[in-house]
């Protein structure tokens, strides 16, 4: 058997019916379809960039409804909503905001949907977040969003030569921070 | 090492939104766009009159929240014909030139002429038959009340055979030269049609769903494995496909893909059975709390009936364009009676049919 089989998230790969890399991917597929393929991925990327559960899917629904907005002059709409994705959930100030908004909503008895972390894969997390700015966003694309480097290369504007470096220092950084904090558990 | 570890810790990041119902969302985003629209509508009248107008109206004409109707919609499919079946229908299927109705009390398959609508004949089966699987050559039927599968020869009308199944069979599927069975125990036993024996029992994992053929392998629907099971019909070998946020449902095979009735995100998935990979999500109209139950492909269409958990809600019949992935016409199959117990359908001999429960009756229905 092939290991296309044992594939598992890979939201471009796994899609193979819209190629996020097809110019004509916008505008060939409706909204909806767009929205229900590529919501939990978003909403994952959010949360692992963010740290937030409260924020993360707020942070993913503003990304989406400025893709609703400008949909018909989207050309790659996977790899635009991703790029506005990472560029939210690094703000801080509008981290806090999106926070209060969902906690307006706990206390109206509507909680987070989205799960808290078990403690050893949250501090992952928090060690990517710790990293500097483009090395945690190219992280995050790569194994949230399983991200090939020419998809990362093209949510973020940079050149593929900088993202492999990018992806080589911040595994490079993470493995001293988990080792160092004791958290990389080997097995 | 590091590789790994941020992979698991992706997979539980996977996990963690699980939940998060992403049609309540959808839903709940096309809210805020209309309320920013009025706002904007508003604030535009003051500004200019004229162009606010103009501006609402063109954000209306694009609004794909809203759903974007294909350019020629077919004629919606109409009810030519209602059989009354008093006795409970379950399940219908067609094949070697009949459509085959189940019924729950009593227990029996009725055989019915296409052509006239008119019943030729009632065959006794063990309690009690939830699914049939008609080819050239059998008509089988699933009891899981009794444990077996049943062989009925059409060309005798007579019951031929009724063979044990262990483990609570669940589930039906006939082709790749076998007759197949899910159990809720969690394996697919394997049924030579040439001796009408159990041959093989394939271990798939906990609470397996639907059941079909497609490309000459099995495919099984594996919720709890969070995607789908293929089973390589010359080893018996099962290798599962990971799917996100599928598979639990129906399963039908045709029009060169498989289809998943998914009742956890409430799409119709369509899958390239060559390759595994989801090809579409094709949304369903929410209507109240309706769920894709059924899914059958024929007539040029894939057809999914709906399943709802309230009395009188609606029995629904989407038609899905399997050119565009969109559904192209809903039939509304009245209400449901007591306890929402959905239809089921199949397609056949120019026509689509519905059977349920609720409607106490076999419905012929005129594609579009």
């Keep these: 058997m092939s290991g296309e089989w044992q594939r598992t998230v890979g939201v471009p790969a796994v899609h193979a019916g819209v190629d996020p890399l097809d110019p004509a991917a916008g505008a060939a597929e409706g909204f909806e379809a767009f929205y229900v393929r590529e919501y939990h991925a978003v909403v994952r990327l959010a949360y692992a960039l963010s740290g937030s559960r409260l924020a993360a899917e707020d942070i993913a629904q503003d990304a989406f409804l400025r893709a609703f907005r400008d949909w018909d002059h989207i050309r790659q709409p996977s790899a635009w909503v991703r790029k506005v994705t990472v560029r939210r959930a690094g703000r801080t100030v509008q981290r806090r905001l999106l926070e209060a908004r969902a906690l307006t909503r706990l206390l109206n008895g509507r909680g987070p949907a989205v799960a808290e972390l078990p403690e050893q894969d949250a501090q992952v997390w928090r060690a990517v977040r710790a990293l500097p700015r483009r090395q945690s966003q190219v992280i995050a694309l790569r194994y949230v969003a399983d991200a090939s480097v020419a998809e990362i290369s093209q949510a973020l504007g940079l050149a593929e030569g900088t993202v492999k470096a990018q992806l080589h220092r911040g595994r490079q950084a993470l493995a001293v921070r988990l080792a160092t904090s004791g958290e990389d558990h080997r097995d | ?368």
Excluded: F
């Excluded at chain 2, 049609?23 to 209309?34: D, K």
């Excluded at chain 2, 053929?213 to 099962?238: D, H, K, T, Y």
């Design chain 2, 1 to 368: 090492m590091i590789d790994e570890r941020l992979r698991r810790a992706a997979g539980a990041l996977e996990r963690s939104v699980e939940g998060v119902d992403v049609l309540e969302r959808l839903e709940a985003l096309g809210r805020r766009r209309r309320r920013q629209r009025t706002t904007t509508a508003v604030l535009a009248v003051a500004a200019v009159l004229g162009g606010a107008v103009l501006g609402v109206r063109t954000l209306r004409s694009t609004d794909p929240v809203a759903g974007t109707p294909p350019a020629a919609p077919p004629a919606p499919a109409r009810v030519v014909t209602t059989i009354p079946i008093t006795n409970r229908p379950i399940a219908v299927a067609t094949g070697d030139g009949a459509v085959w109705v189940a019924t729950g009390n009593p227990t029996w398959v009725y055989r019915i002429d296409p052509a006239t609508g008119q019943g030729i004949t009632s065959i006794a089966v063990p309690p009690v038959p939830t699914s049939l699987a008609a080819t050239q050559d059998a008509v089988w039927v699933l009891s899981p009340e009794d444990g077996s599968v049943s062989r009925i020869d059409p060309a005798t009308n007579q019951l031929v055979a009724t063979i044990p199944v262990e483990g609570k069979p669940s589930g039906l599927a006939v082709g790749a030269g076998a007759v197949w069975v899910a159990t809720q125990d969690g394996t697919v036993a394997r049924i030579d049609p040439a001796s009408d024996r159990v041959v093989a029992t394939i271990p798939v994992g906990q609470a397996p769903g639907g059941l079909t053929v497609a490309s000459g392998a099995v495919w099984v629907a594996l919720p709890e494995r969070g995607g789908l099971g293929r089973i390589e019909p010359a080893g018996n070998r099962l290798t599962v496909v990971r799917v996100p946020r599928c598979c639990d449902g129906a399963l039908a095979a045709g029009e060169q893909a498989l289809w998943v009735a998914n009742t956890l995100d409430g799409t119709l998935v369509r899958v390239d059975p060559a390759t595994g990979q989801v090809a579409a999500r094709v949304l369903l109209p929410r209507n109240t709390d309706q769920r894709p139950h059924q899914v059958v492909v024929g007539e040029g269409a894939v057809w999914v009936t709906s399943a709802g958990a309230g009395r009188g809600t609606a029995n629904l019949l989407w038609r899905v364009d399997p050119a565009s992935n969109q559904v192209t016409d809903t039939t509304d199959l009245g209400p449901t009676a007591a306890g929402g117990i959905p239809n089921d359908v199949a397609a056949g001999y120019g026509a689509v049919w519905a059977a349920g429960t609720d409607l106490d009756s076999l419905t012929r229905l005129q594609p579009g």
